[in-house]
C-alpha cells in the first residue's frame, strides 16, 4: 500500500471515530480544523469526507457545513437453524409497506422463465415501496403464481409479512432462494418514489425463491437506497487447511 493510501486510511478512521462519538445531525469539525489537526491537505481530506457523504456516513449541507447522517439499515443475510428453511432475520426499525400496484397479469418471457412457467401464465404482480420508521427505504416488485395466493388483495400486503402471508393462509413454505445484487443508480421515477435524486446510488436485487415442494414460485426485483441499506453476511470457510481456494458458505 502506498503512503498516500496508507494516509487516507488514517484519515478515514480518524473520521469515522469522530463520527460514531457524535449523535446523528451533529457536526464534525471544519475542513480547516481538521486538516491543521491531522496534518493533511484540505484537498486530500476533503476527498476521504466525500467517500464518507458517498458511504451514508455523513451528510453535506451547503452553507451549513458537514454533519454525522443517520445510520444505516443493516440487513443479516444468514441460513436457518432448520435445515432447509430460509432465513431472513428482520432489519432494525419499523417495517411497513404501501402497495403501489397489485394485480394478476400473464408471465411475459422474462418472468416465465424465472419461474420455469409458460408465458401468459397468470402471475399476481405486487408493486410496493417500503418504509422504515416511516422513510423510504426500498421499492419491490413481486411476481407470485397466482394459483398459489387466490384472493390475496393489497391489503393483506400491507399488514405484515408477505412470506408469513403465505406460510399460515396458503402453507406455501419459501425453503430456499438464489438472490444477486448489484450496484446502480435510481432512475426518475425511482428517484422520486424513494425520496432521492434521479442518479443517486441504489442497490439492486433480484431473487427467485422455491417452496418445501422445491417449486419456484416467487420472482422479485427490488432496490434499496444505497445511502441507507447495507447487506452483512458471516461466511463459514471450510476445506483443507492447505487449500487455497476454500468454499465459501453463508451462515
Not at 444477486?180 to 435524486?197: K, N, R
Amino acid at each position: 500500500m502506498t503512503a498516500s493510501l496508507r494516509k487516507r486510511d488514517q484519515i478515514r478512521e480518524h473520521l469515522i471515530a469522530l463520527i460514531e462519538a457524535r449523535a446523528v445531525g451533529q457536526a464534525i469539525p471544519s475542513e480547516r480544523q481538521l486538516s491543521t489537526e491531522l496534518e493533511v491537505s484540505r484537498p486530500t481530506l476533503r476527498a476521504v469526507v466525500d467517500e464518507l457523504v458517498r458511504d451514508g456516513w455523513l451528510v453535506r449541507e451547503h452553507g451549513r457545513g458537514v454533519f454525522v447522517a443517520t445510520p444505516k439499515i443493516a440487513q443479516q443475510l444468514v441460513t436457518s437453524p432448520m435445515p432447509g428453511l430460509a432465513a431472513y432475520p428482520a432489519a432494525p426499525g419499523k417495517w411497513t409497506s404501501r402497495v403501489i400496484d397489485h394485480s394478476v397479469v400473464p408471465a411475459g418471457m422474462t418472468i416465465g422463465s424465472r419461474l420455469r412457467v409458460e408465458a401468459g401464465t397468470p402471475v399476481l404482480r405486487i408493486a410496493r415501496r417500503r418504509l422504515v420508521d416511516d422513510e423510504p427505504m426500498a421499492l419491490e416488485t413481486i411476481h407470485v403464481l397466482n394459483e398459489l395466493v387466490p384472493g390475496a388483495t393489497a391489503a393483506d400486503i400491507e399488514s405484515g409479512s408477505f412470506y408469513a402471508l403465505l406460510r399460515e393462509r396458503y402453507g406455501v413454505i419459501p425453503t430456499e432462494a438464489e438472490q444477486t445484487h448489484e450496484a446502480t443508480v435510481a432512475d426518475p421515477l425511482q428517484a422520486s418514489l424513494l425520496g432521492i435524486g434521479a442518479g443517486f446510488p441504489v442497490l439492486s436485487l433480484e431473487r427467485v425463491t422455491r417452496d418445501q415442494h422445491g417449486r419456484l414460485f416467487e420472482y422479485t426485483r427490488a432496490i434499496y437506497r444505497g445511502d441507507r441499506y447495507r447487506l452483512t453476511s458471516k461466511l463459514a470457510l471450510t476445506g483443507p487447511p492447505d487449500d487455497a481456494t476454500p468454499s465459501i458458505t453463508q451462515i
